[in-house]
């Protein structure tokens, strides 16, 4: 007897992560979230928000922390600076910033000071606003991914062909820096998750496999996070809620991505960042190529 596929509802509800301190960028974060750094001339979240945007997403629900308000007022309109630039003439800078605030439809949670740390912790504090029959995806407030299909998209088009819990990001990685990383430990000739473990040792690594801070989940996982159950450094792991929801019998896929992971954590990674993404800009590509040719290394 042939088994009707299920149907799933479009995913159309993201969750950005964007609760942390950024301690290793202070004192640049002392009164700004990292996530508000810029990338040549927009904040790394900005990056984010036009991904999801481009795989199809409506609603975005960010998750920040108190003295964060420069987000929410980034998204929106600033009536002061628009009449700035009409008067001056500035018609290119004026729908450049009119236009943020209509990206998509916005929704901000503050994370309570008496819930654990840890990269769960957004996701539960954006939980009421999930419904328990909703897929949505789940993003790392620092993580951007350079490729011509957006990298959500690439997860969400998965999502739609598989009978799954959820489709995470994956890209390879150095096994030297696994204790950086959730790391991925596979069912034997598949692409489907066994286990996985937040940053192991690397010769305790199960594979070379990372998971890239991007996520299309379900209401299992959050199940699993309610429980507040701590793991490594008496933190919440998302990482953890995903390996519980799997002995449940949740499936996970994993998806090995199109296009390059650009991690912005720490200052040399993110200035990397910033090189590679000026490298790629139409704008300023060539000239910033020729500077750095110059340079005498």
């Known amino acids: 007897m042939h088994m009707k596929k299920k149907e799933f509802k479009k995913v159309t509800k993201a969750v950005i992560a964007a609760a942390g301190y950024g301690t290793r960028f202070l004192p640049a974060t002392k009164n ?89 912790t957004p996701l539960l504090c954006a939980a009421p606003l999930i419904d328990n029959d909703e897929t949505f995806a789940y993003l790392f407030g620092d993580d951007l991914v350079n490729s011509k299909t957006p990298c959500l998209k690439q997860l969400i088009n998965i999502y739609e062909k598989e009978s799954c819990d959820g489709v995470i990001a994956a890209q390879e990685i150095d096994i030297s820096e696994a204790n950086r990383y959730g790391i991925f430990k596979f069912k034997k000739g598949t692409n489907e998750i066994k286990e996985l473990v937040e940053k192991p ?74 090189v590679r993404m000026a490298l790629d800009r139409k704008d300023i590509g060539d000239d910033f190529t020729k500077f750095l040719k110059s340079l005498k290394l």
């Open 201 to 274: 040792d690397p010769d305790k690594a199960p594979s070379n496999m990372a998971n890239d801070g991007r996520f299309i989940l379900n209401y299992k996982t959050i199940k699993e996070l309610r429980k507040k159950k701590l793991g490594k450094n008496n933190e919440l792991w998302l990482t953890d809620a995903i390996a519980m929801a799997i002995k449940h019998k949740g499936r996970f896929i994993a998806h090995k991505i199109e296009g390059e992971w650009l991690t912005t954590g720490d200052p040399l990674r993110y200035m990397k960042t910033q």
């Open 32 to 120: 700004q979230p990292k996530e508000m750094l810029p990338i040549i001339d927009k904040p790394i979240i900005h990056y984010l928000v036009e991904e999801c945007v481009a795989s199809g997403i409506k609603d975005i629900i960010i998750v920040t922390r108190s003295g964060q308000g420069i987000m929410e007022d980034y998204f929106d309109n600033s009536l002061e600076l628009e009449y700035m630039l009409d008067s001056n003439g500035k018609e290119t800078l004026l729908k450049t910033v009119r236009k943020i605030p209509q990206l998509a439809n916005f929704v901000y949670v503050r994370q309570k000071k008496n819930l654990p740390y840890g990269n769960g």
